[in-house]
């Protein structure tokens, strides 16, 4: 059964952290499912498209006829065949995809009050379901464990 980790960004913007993330998941050979409203997760698009050649990660936008073979997809898809979901901009994520997956990342905006309201909630219903749950938050440019709930 995987963990929900949650990260709660106030040094640095989505734009800065998800490519981190994903690049970690891709090391550990995972294949990755980016959720999220489909006007934010365009503009994720382009930004993993922009971002440093050297670090190029290897996506694609859900609906395309190459969906099966994207390392990271990015839509509001079915998450099997994901070894890692993403969430972001208060994107659902269920109790049992957290235990079909190895990882699941709820990333939300420290500044925005309906994002915060957003992941409280998420984190009580996943625990109370029994998942593993850890929470990170950002500490002068580095990431602190400041939570966790067992499993």
Same mark, same amino acid.
């Given at each position: 059964m995987?963990a929900?980790? %949650?990260? !709660?960004?106030?040094?640095?913007p989505l *734009?800065?952290t998800?490519?981190?993330?994903?690049?970690?998941?891709?090391?550990?050979?995972?294949?990755?499912l980016?959720r999220?409203?489909? @006007?934010l =997760?365009e503009r994720?698009?382009q930004?993993?498209?922009?971002?440093? @050649?050297?670090g190029?990660?290897? !996506?694609?936008?859900a609906?395309g006829p !190459?969906?099966?073979?994207? @390392?990271? =997809?990015?839509g *509001?898809?079915p998450?099997?065949?994901f070894d $890692?979901?993403m969430?972001v #901009?208060?994107a659902?994520?269920?109790?049992s *995809?957290?235990g079909l997956?190895?990882?699941? $990342?709820?990333l %939300?905006?420290?500044?925005d009050?309906?994002?915060?309201e957003?992941?409280?909630?998420?984190w009580k219903a996943l625990t109370?379901?029994?998942c593993?749950?850890?929470y990170?938050a950002?500490d002068? #440019?580095r990431?602190?464990k400041k939570a966790e709930?067992?499993g």
């Amino acid at each position: 059964m995987g963990a929900a980790f %949650f990260y !709660h960004l106030t040094d640095s913007p989505l *734009e800065a952290t998800l490519p981190m993330l994903l690049q970690k998941s891709r090391q550990a050979g995972w294949r990755v499912l980016l959720r999220g409203p489909k @006007p934010l =997760l365009e503009r994720l698009d382009q930004v993993l498209w922009q971002g440093d @050649p050297d670090g190029f990660l290897p !996506h694609g936008l859900a609906g395309g006829p !190459h969906d099966a073979d994207q @390392p990271i =997809l990015l839509g *509001e898809v079915p998450a099997e065949g994901f070894d $890692c979901i993403m969430s972001v #901009g208060g994107a659902d994520v269920t109790a049992s *995809e957290v235990g079909l997956s190895e990882r699941v $990342c709820i990333l %939300f905006d420290g500044a925005d009050g309906a994002a915060l309201e957003t992941a409280r909630g998420q984190w009580k219903a996943l625990t109370s379901e029994g998942c593993s749950a850890q929470y990170w938050a950002q500490d002068d #440019g580095r990431w602190v464990k400041k939570a966790e709930a067992g499993g």
